[in-house]
């Protein structure tokens, strides 16, 4: 099993260009997450979905968006990438158990002039 | 939604000393605690969880207790070795959901 893996891995964009994380699981997990992390801020949440075809909100939702049209593929998008959106993405994944482990993606660095 | 805060941002400790870090949170809902670490360059991965049924587990070296009635739960290593060096989260589960993180800790162990 590959377990949880994102494309790209690294990627820069121009202020204003757009672009789709791809998140990938081969675990039949239910739900699935979209995090950022900047320095000394953590792992902040920006979307996640608890199954095929629905999403929520994080803590950080602005100026991204997301689908899971599939149940293991959860993409992130950027419309018009801004440079407060260079960050380390990373995607989790866990089963439907309240205390199932969650599993990471390898992360994707994305930088924005 | 949940707050999580998470202290000290930074920890030195000797090779063979103990490590204590502690996280508060908001949401008295909240029944599921894990940890994780964060090597340089690589993702997260669980080292422990607790649930909020319980008051303490241990894991070799590692251990967390959580006290909910203050709202607070801690991760303790003991003996460190220099391979414990890495960046340490914990995380409280909003709503049976979705994990939220705190800001992290940035464990040095000198040998």
């Known amino acids: 099993n590959a377990g949880v893996t994102q494309t790209p891995k690294f990627r820069v964009l121009k202020t204003g260009q757009s672009m789709t994380l791809l998140c990938a699981q081969d675990?039949?997990?239910?739900?699935m997450y979209w995090y950022r992390q900047d320095p000394g801020m953590g792992l902040r949440l920006i979307h996640y979905?608890?199954?095929?075809?629905?999403?929520a909100k994080g803590e950080v939702p602005d100026g991204y968006n997301v689908s899971r049209l599939k149940k293991q593929n959860f993409l992130l998008g950027l419309e018009s990438a801004a440079p407060s959106q260079t960050s380390v993405y990373f995607c989790?994944?866990?089963?439907?158990?309240?205390?199932?482990?969650?599993?990471f993606g390898p992360g994707t660095r994305l930088t924005v002039l | 939604g949940e707050n999580v805060e998470q202290h000290p941002s930074t920890l030195s400790v000797q090779e063979g000393d103990s490590a204590v870090i502690k996280c508060t949170y908001s949401?008295?809902?909240?029944?599921?605690f894990p940890w994780y670490k964060q090597e340089l360059g690589k993702r997260p991965q669980l080292i422990i969880d607790?649930?909020?049924?319980?008051g303490e587990k241990k894991d070799q070296r590692i251990a967390v207790t959580l006290n909910k009635t203050a709202k607070h739960f801690s991760l303790h290593i003991t003996e460190t070795q220099p391979e414990d060096s890495a960046v340490y989260f914990c995380?409280?589960?909003?709503?049976?959901?979705?994990?939220?993180f705190g800001k992290g800790t940035t464990l040095s162990v000198s040998s």
């Open positions: 989790a994944s866990r089963g439907l158990a309240r205390f199932n482990e969650q599993f």
């Open positions: 675990m039949n997990h239910e739900y």
């Open positions: 979905s608890v199954g095929e075809g629905t999403t």
């Open positions: 949401d008295s809902a909240s029944n599921y």
């Open positions: 607790i649930r909020s049924n319980v």
């Open positions: 995380a409280v589960n909003q709503a049976g959901t979705a994990l939220i």
